[in-house]
């Protein structure tokens, strides 16, 4: 390089000078009568070490700045602005390695932006927990999930897993599947835990994936593929059987047969298995509605007039159960298919009605909607004899009913509906007795 060359120049000049320096002071001294010239022999020698010394330290100093500004990131440092004897050549070297060093930094600036801004938004929440036990929200899902948690221990999360906060505790690794409280309702989440090496320090990570609505949408799809096959199969069947009890009926009403009573007998069993035979299959054809997934078309709407309209119109087919409506706040708004709702709270409202009579004098019902986290709780509650724990789950189920009459389709069409709005429906206790079902939707 120009600037290697150069500075060694200069350098093997200062070298050289003070050699001749040194050389010049040695005969002044060794030759008799050259006071003066050994004075100015003298002060060569210190002017070329002098210059060779500030020769020396410029480049130490040069070279210091660049390892210091190296050692403390700072790539906004300039070294070019040197001259003389090779230092700006130096310096314009030095500027470069750091222009070099400043783009890998940036590089590597940008990698970490983006990594964190990965981590942040990915949807699945993520904790890390430290060697002293303190557990941190990585990314927004974790800060969003555990909104309600107050500390930093593991201790802190009980409130939603016992079993959850003993993991977190413990540490370890592994894959598990766990029943939590998110929203005041259960759901289960998958938990997963690794241990990774933070800064020489072990640290454990864990992931919290809510995977209720995936395996409720499961679960709806494989009743909806049972029933649809069911009823294909059924149908199939018993065509031909009504098609055939119709023809023989019609067989049998002839003229010539009349007279016969064992032909009547006949005649009339063969009517009622054909009129049977017709309405199972209008009956199987109906059922073939809760085998369609319900087409969902959100908006945005305030719960209080809707929910007002929905009384009136329960209040007109069943004007002796009187309805509580409660909507708080008054101005709470609500993100889902406004059709659909409705049908579900239409049904909700009548089997808790049909649920009252003959329980109660004084039959009630409650309609409560309001805001808890990021959800909006729908609640129709009644003072009936309540669902027992073992049926919470199979009312739900398609043509599962406790009813002489029932037919078990509302329940399950209303459980479709909830899971088509990415929410949840469950059966409670209600406060004063009977049953409270709550349906769960995410919030606007």
Same mark, same amino acid.
């Given at each position: 390089?120009?600037?290697?060359?150069?500075?060694?120049?200069?350098?093997?000049?200062?070298?050289?000078?003070?050699?001749?320096?040194?050389?010049?002071?040695?005969?002044?001294?060794?030759?008799?009568?050259?006071?003066?010239?050994?004075?100015?022999?003298?002060?060569?020698?210190?002017?070329?070490?002098?210059?060779?010394?500030?020769?020396?330290?410029?480049?130490?100093?040069?070279?210091?700045?660049?390892?210091?500004?190296?050692?403390?990131?700072?790539?906004?440092?300039?070294?070019?602005?040197?001259?003389?004897?090779?230092?700006?050549?130096?310096?314009?070297?030095?500027?470069?390695?750091?222009?070099?060093?400043?783009?890998?930094?940036?590089?590597?600036?940008?990698?970490?932006?983006?990594?964190?801004?990965?981590?942040?938004?990915?949807?699945?929440?993520?904790?890390?927990?430290?060697?002293?036990?303190?557990?941190?929200?990585?990314?927004?899902?974790?800060?969003?999930?555990?909104?309600?948690?107050?500390?930093?221990?593991?201790?802190?999360?009980?409130?939603?897993?016992?079993?959850?906060?003993?993991?977190?505790?413990?540490?370890?690794?592994?894959?598990?599947?766990?029943?939590?409280?998110?929203?005041?309702?259960?759901?289960?989440?998958?938990?997963?835990?690794?241990?990774?090496?933070?800064?020489?320090?072990?640290?454990?990570?864990?992931?919290?994936?809510?995977?209720?609505?995936?395996?409720?949408?499961?679960?709806?799809?494989?009743?909806?593929?049972?029933?649809?096959?069911?009823?294909?199969?059924?149908?199939?069947?018993?065509?031909?059987?009504?098609?055939?009890?119709?023809?023989?009926?019609?067989?049998?009403?002839? +003229? !010539? /047969?009349? @007279?016969?009573?064992? *032909?009547?007998?006949? $005649?009339? #069993?063969?009517? &009622?298995?054909?009129?049977?035979?017709?309405?199972?299959?209008?009956?199987?054809?109906?059922?073939?509605?809760?085998?369609?997934?319900?087409?969902?078309?959100?908006?945005?709407?305030?719960?209080?007039?809707?929910?007002?309209?929905?009384?009136?119109?329960?209040?007109?087919?069943?004007?002796?159960?009187?309805?509580?409506?409660?909507?708080?706040?008054?101005?709470?708004?609500?993100?889902?298919? +406004? !059709? /659909?709702? @409705?049908?579900?709270? *239409?049904?909700?409202? $009548?089997? #808790?009605?049909? &649920?009252?009579?003959?329980?109660?004098?004084?039959?009630?019902?409650?309609?409560?909607?309001?805001?808890?986290?990021?959800?909006?709780?729908?609640?129709?509650?009644?003072?009936?004899?309540?669902?027992?724990?073992?049926?919470?789950?199979?009312?739900?189920?398609?043509?599962?009913?406790?009813?002489?009459?029932?037919?078990?389709?509302?329940?399950?069409?209303?459980?479709?509906?909830?899971?088509?709005? !990415?929410?949840?429906?469950?059966?409670?206790?209600?406060?004063?007795?009977? #049953?409270?079902?709550?349906?769960?939707?995410?919030?606007?």
């Amino acid at each position: 390089m120009g600037s290697d060359r150069r500075f060694t120049l200069v350098l093997a000049g200062w070298v050289a000078l003070l050699g001749a320096a040194l050389a010049a002071s040695v005969s002044a001294f060794m030759l008799p009568g050259l006071g003066a010239g050994r004075i100015v022999a003298l002060l060569g020698v210190a002017g070329a070490t002098a210059g060779l010394w500030l020769h020396v330290r410029q480049t130490n100093r040069t070279v210091a700045r660049f390892i210091e500004a190296l050692r403390f990131g700072d790539s906004a440092t300039r070294f070019g602005l040197e001259r003389g004897a090779g230092f700006g050549e130096l310096g314009q070297a030095l500027d470069a390695a750091m222009a070099r060093a400043h783009a890998r930094q940036e590089v590597m600036t940008g990698e970490l932006r983006f990594l964190e801004a990965l981590v942040d938004d990915m949807p699945i929440a993520l904790l890390t927990v430290d060697a002293e036990g303190q557990v941190t929200p990585a990314n927004k899902a974790a800060r969003r999930l555990f909104r309600d948690v107050e500390g930093a221990r593991a201790e802190d999360y009980a409130r939603y897993s016992a079993t959850l906060a003993r993991q977190l505790a413990e540490g370890g690794s592994g894959e598990t599947m766990l029943l939590i409280a998110l929203d005041g309702m259960p759901q289960n989440v998958l938990v997963r835990q690794a241990s990774l090496d933070r800064l020489g320090r072990r640290t454990s990570v864990v992931t919290v994936q809510p995977v209720q609505g995936m395996l409720n949408a499961v679960e709806a799809a494989a009743q909806t593929d049972l029933v649809r096959v069911l009823t294909h199969e059924i149908l199939n069947s018993l065509t031909p059987v009504t098609s055939l009890a119709e023809t023989a009926a019609g067989l049998l009403q002839a +003229p !010539d /047969l009349a @007279a016969e009573p064992r *032909i009547a007998d006949a $005649r009339a #069993a063969v009517v &009622a298995l054909a009129r049977r035979a017709s309405g199972l299959s209008h009956f199987i054809e109906a059922y073939r509605a809760i085998a369609r997934s319900p087409e969902v078309r959100r908006q945005r709407f305030l719960a209080r007039p809707w929910a007002e309209e929905l009384v009136r119109i329960f209040a007109a087919e069943a004007a002796e159960v009187p309805i509580m409506l409660i909507v708080e706040p008054r101005d709470l708004p609500v993100d889902a298919d +406004p !059709d /659909l709702l @409705a049908q579900v709270v *239409i049904n909700l409202l $009548r089997n #808790a009605r049909q &649920a009252m009579e003959g329980h109660t004098d004084t039959p009630h019902i409650t309609l409560r909607l309001k805001p808890y986290g990021q959800a909006v709780l729908l609640e129709v509650e009644d003072c009936g004899p309540g669902v027992p724990p073992a049926l919470r789950h199979d009312i739900f189920l398609p043509f599962f009913t406790t009813r002489a009459n029932g037919t078990g389709v509302g329940l399950n069409l209303a459980r479709q509906i909830a899971i088509a709005h !990415d929410g949840t429906i469950e059966v409670r206790d209600a406060a004063g007795g009977g #049953a409270l079902i709550r349906l769960a939707l995410p919030r606007a």
